[in-house]
Every structure is written in C-alpha cells, then in structure tokens.
T-cell receptor, first 116, second 113 residues
Framework: ETGVTQTPRHLVMGMTNKKSLKCEQHLGHNAMYWYKQSAKKPLELMFVYSLEERVENNSVPSRFSPECPNSSHLFLHLHTLQPEDSALYLC???????????????FGEGSWLTVV | GESVGLHLPTLSVQEGDNSIINCAYSNSASDYFIWYKQESGKGPQFIIDIRSNMDKRQGQRVTVLLNKTVKHLSLQIAATQPGDSAVYFCAENLRTGGFKTIFGAGTRLFVKA
C-alpha cells in the first residue's frame, strides 16, 4: 500500500469508447502525475499537476485528457484511443514538484489498459 | 541531451551474493538521482536517492554510488534475496526548464536460489 490508489486496475476498451482512469492519493501531497509504461520503454511522463494546476504536458495527444478536481484526485479521460495506446498507466504523487530529497514520487499500482 | 540509460537489460545473481546494477546518464543539470524497484504487477517503489553533490549513500542493504566524472550511477544490493527479484529503474531529477524526472529503461534482476 503506497497511499496512491488507482482504479480500475484493468480496462479493455474499443477505439471508439470513452473511459476514465481514476487516481486518489491519501498522502496529503500537492503534486500528482500521470506516467505511461510500455513494454521495453522507459517510463514516460505525460502530465504534471501542482496544487490542481497543470504544469506540464509532455506532447501528449489530445485523446488523453487529464483532470485534477482537487489535490487528492486525478483523472485521465480516454477517448478514441489507438491500439498502440495499450500500456500500463501509472499515477504518482509527491509532496511538492520533483523527485528526490524529500519529494519522493510515490506510484500507484497502475491501470492496465488494452485498446482493441 | 537528456537521457538516462542502463548498461544491461538483465542481471542474474545467486542468492546471498551482492548485486550491482549500473546506470549511465548524460545530463549534468540534475539535483537528485533516484533508484526505484518494480515488482511484477506493481508500481515502481522508491528505494534510495542521492543528491548530486554526494558520491555515496547507504541504506538498508543498499548502497548508491555516484560518479559524476563519468556520469555513472550504481545500485549495490548486499546479500541478495529472492524478494529482490524485480526490475530496477534509475532516474534523474532535472531542475532546468521546470520539473522533469527522467527514468531509464530498467534492469531485470533475477535471483537464483
């Protein structure tokens, strides 16, 4: 239990579906992140939120739409995805922006997404 | 450029031996270097970090060494146990142009009983 909870753990969706991934952190952190993890690829940072404001969008296609209604919750809305978007989507949080030195980034267990 | 890479994709060690996982980085503008462990079906878990002005830091059964001259980072695990079997990622935290933590590709550690 890392204090970062992601639902659903597994999701299969068609290319025309709309679905959402949910993340909740119970650590009182101010920064939240979405990462994508594909087979044989490094973790890719997608979005960063600090105090509910998006501070980074790493050239992510618009079919991925993040939402941060408060500092404890983060959503990733999915629409018209492609099969190559199938991956593990990891949510993470930290006390403040950055990693290391007291701002350790804590990850959730991830949501396995399969696009068919 | 900005890149963090690993020398070996897999490492196999005998239980009880010491493990050394290596990582090369290319960016000098990092304030922290971090090691994560990811077990099958789980998210990455923080192991240890080291500030860029340090050469060595020790934790419980783990030691991280930083050689800034050759831009090399290593994680040493003492008395490797079966529970250490996982993928290990190094990461660097950049402080230029805003926040960015870059992860390496990962090394899979197999521990043989």
């Amino acid at each position: 239990e890392t204090g970062v909870t992601q639902t659903p753990r597994h999701l299969v969706m068609g290319m025309t579906n709309k679905k959402s991934l949910k993340c909740e952190q119970h650590l009182g952190h101010n920064a939240m992140y979405w990462y994508k993890q594909s087979a044989k690829k490094p973790l890719e940072l997608m979005f960063v939120y600090s105090l509910e404001e998006r501070v980074e969008n790493n050239s992510v296609p618009s079919r991925f739409s993040p939402e941060c209604p408060n500092s404890s919750h983060l959503f990733l809305h999915l629409h018209t995805l492609q099969p190559e978007d199938s991956a593990l989507y990891l949510c993470a949080s930290s006390q403040a922006l950055g990693g290391g030195g007291g701002n350790t980034i804590y990850f959730g267990e991830g949501s396995w997404l399969t696009v068919v | 450029g900005e890149s963090v890479g690993l020398h070996l994709p897999t490492l196999s060690v005998q239980e009880g031996d010491n493990s050394i996982i290596n990582c090369a980085y290319s960016n000098s503008a990092s304030d922290y270097f971090i090691w994560y462990k990811q077990e099958s079906g789980k998210g990455p878990q923080f192991i240890i970090d080291i500030r860029s002005n340090m050469d060595k830091r020790q934790g419980q059964r783990v030691t991280v060494l930083l050689n800034k001259t050759v831009k090399h980072l290593s994680l040493q695990i003492a008395a490797t146990q079966p529970g250490d079997s996982a993928v290990y990622f190094c990461a660097e935290n950049l402080r230029t142009g805003g926040f960015k933590t870059i992860f390496g590709a990962g090394t899979r550690l197999f521990v043989k009983a």
